[in-house]
């Protein structure tokens, strides 16, 4: 009887550790689209490091997972391209930021749009995806509050001959 009630203890011990840990340190989440690629991809899993804001800020060039803003119920994944107090805007689909122009290797078609000057607000981010011509993003919903950014994509768990670290 014993051995069945320390089984119990144990197994409800660790889904308590683990529901603590998913809640406040680390989660998965599950890419839907292709606005990343090429550095994630439709139906990969990464982990989101959602302790990475607690005592920093966002950084230009940090792959974030947010809430989306016209619909708080479902999250994004996207790319920060400028922080609050930045400038941001698009020529001929090349990205400045304070008027100097970002270069982003993981871009690789930018597309040919301008975008007028942007100046993004104190305690928000200016997110866009890789693939610029498919993206649903700040260019469309407007900067995003740093309060809704739930979370650093860190590692990439699925599919398997991908895992790795997030660059």
Partial sequence: MDTVRDIVETVL??????TVIRAIVVETFVVEGPSMEMTVYDAERVLVW???YR???PKRGDIVIFKY???????????VVAVGGDTVEMRLGRLYVNGQQVQEPY?????LTDMKAIA?????????????????????????????VKGKA???TWPLKRAGLIK
């Fill in 107 to 111: 871009v690789h078609y930018p597309g």
């Fill in 50 to 52: 959602k302790i990475a």
């Fill in 13 to 18: 011990i660790a889904l308590l550790i683990a």
């Fill in 120 to 148: 993004v607000p104190e305690g928000s981010v200016y997110v866009m995806g890789d693939q610029r011509t498919n993206s649903e993003d700040s260019r469309s919903f407007g900067p995003v509050k740093v309060k809704d």
């Fill in 69 to 79: 803003p016209l619909n708080p119920n479902k999250d994004y994944i996207k790319r």
């Fill in 55 to 57: 005592f920093s800020k």
């Fill in 154 to 156: 860190v590692f990439r």
